[in-house]
């Protein structure tokens, strides 16, 4: 315990722009029922979606 934030947390996702508002620099679940706001998690051969299992492999 205490090793400090992990790099693939939530906030490491977006970016504070200089006028205060955020950029979202991951790729969203492209699947309806999901949306803005569920990532894709970057796997090294796909991107997948843990809520809803949508799948995409990497070229």
């Known amino acids: 315990m205490g090793d400090g934030p992990k790099p693939g947390a939530k906030w490491s ?3 504070v722009n200089e006028d205060g508002t955020l950029t979202r620099n991951a790729e969203f679940c492209p ?3 999901c949306g803005p706001g569920v990532f894709l998690a970057v796997h090294k ?3 997948s979606c843990g809520r809803c299992g949508y799948t995409v492999k990497n070229e």
């Open 13 to 15: 996702k977006y970016t």
């Open 31 to 33: 699947d309806p029922g």
């Open 45 to 47: 051969d796909r991107k």
